[in-house]
């Protein structure tokens, strides 16, 4: 694991500054550590809040409004772990309709979800950086005008390099 949580997306000629998890990348994600996965991850859907975006993001994936009921649960002893789940829900989860903005619009990275297995790591996103540039939780974030362009360029994957 390395302890870094600043890096860069490329896309083409562009590089764009990401921020990762507080924990670095690691190869042996754990639920919990604050760790980024290593690895190509592919971009499953994007999910977005229409009352604060407006009109769909502009991109090829699948696109998913969120509501205040939707979450992601990161129970390990749950059978919906790292699967999104309406709430309240029973097992430990995560709020996608968030104050802060950072869920505004994100994509759901393929990551420990075909099928999931239980304490690798759930609910890893590419979400929107917060404007100091935190450390993320295990994401990979950007800034909300960088993830709109991204998205737009038709980015079906992300590689996040072990070091």
């Known amino acids: 694991m390395l302890g870094r949580s600043i890096g860069a997306l490329s896309?083409?000629?562009?590089?764009?500054?990401?921020?990762?998890?507080?924990?670095?990348?690691?190869?042996h994600k754990q639920e919990g550590d604050e760790t980024t996965p290593a690895g190509l991850h592919r971009l499953r859907r994007v999910?977005?809040?229409?009352?604060?975006?407006?009109?769909?993001?502009?991109?090829?994936?699948?696109?998913?409004?969120?509501?205040?009921?939707d979450g992601w649960c990161d129970d390990v002893t749950h059978r919906d772990y790292n699967r999104p789940v309406r709430l309240p829900h029973d097992g430990r989860h995560e709020r996608l309709w968030r104050n802060d903005g950072l869920y505004d619009l994100m994509a759901v990275l393929a990551y420990n979800d075909d099928p999931p297995q239980r304490g690798l790591?759930?609910?890893?996103?590419?979400?929107?950086?917060?404007?100091?540039?935190?450390?993320?939780?295990?994401?990979?974030?950007v800034s909300l005008p960088d993830l709109r362009w991204l998205l737009q360029t038709?980015?079906?994957?992300?590689?996040v390099p072990p070091g």
């Not at 038709?154 to 590689?159: V, W």
């Open 47 to 69: 999910l977005y809040r229409a009352d604060r975006l407006g009109a769909p993001p502009d991109c090829s994936l699948p696109r998913e409004p969120i509501a205040p009921g």
């Open 11 to 27: 896309f083409g000629p562009r590089r764009v500054p990401c921020v990762l998890g507080a924990g670095g990348i690691s190869l």
């Open 121 to 141: 790591g759930s609910a890893i996103f590419l979400h929107v950086a917060q404007a100091d540039e935190a450390p993320t939780a295990g994401c990979v974030a």
């Open 154 to 159: 038709g980015l079906e994957a992300i590689e």
